[in-house]
């Protein structure tokens, strides 16, 4: 048996009410070979972040995450499951409502043919959809952090988010 090679990516959203824009980041970590098991050393990939208008932080954070798994596929140049089983991707987020939604409320959501209970539709449908597929397709592992807490990848998605949200 083979191991897998670790990526780890850390994604946030930010919103600034006021303004009424948003901003994503993400930051994209690949676990650089040792000759110690474990634990592996992690070598930062990529850095990506992008902003708003109109918008809230829900959809920053789907931004984040999506525009992120997105990325990586076009860097490690996954075409397919297969070539996607030689990575072990774990996706770390401090949005407690993004993991919510993703594994609890989308079959529901499905099921009700994308209507809440309230008979209002779910916003951000199709970012909702896109995630899932990618992460299914790629059998990313999803990963609470506690945010503004000094992890490293947390703290640079926040930074590249609020820098984002300002540069319009």
Known sequence: MTSRTQIHIYSDGSYFEKQNIGGWGAVIFKATP?????????????????YKNNTCSLEMELEAACNALQSLKKQLHLKDQKSAGAYQIT?????????????????????????????????????????????????????WVKGHNGNLGNTLADQLARVASHKK
Do not use: A, C
């Open 91 to 143: 996706l770390f987020t401090d949005s407690r409502v993004l993991l919510e939604g993703l594994h609890q409320k989308m079959s529901l959501w499905r099921q009700q043919n994308w209507i809440h209970k309230s008979g209002n539709p779910v916003k951000y449908q199709p970012l909702w959809e896109s995630l899932d597929m990618l992460t299914q397709q790629y059998h990313v592992k999803w990963r």
């Open 34 to 50: 040792t000759q110690k098991v474990p634990p592996p050393s992690f070598q930062e990939i990529s850095r990506l972040s992008g």
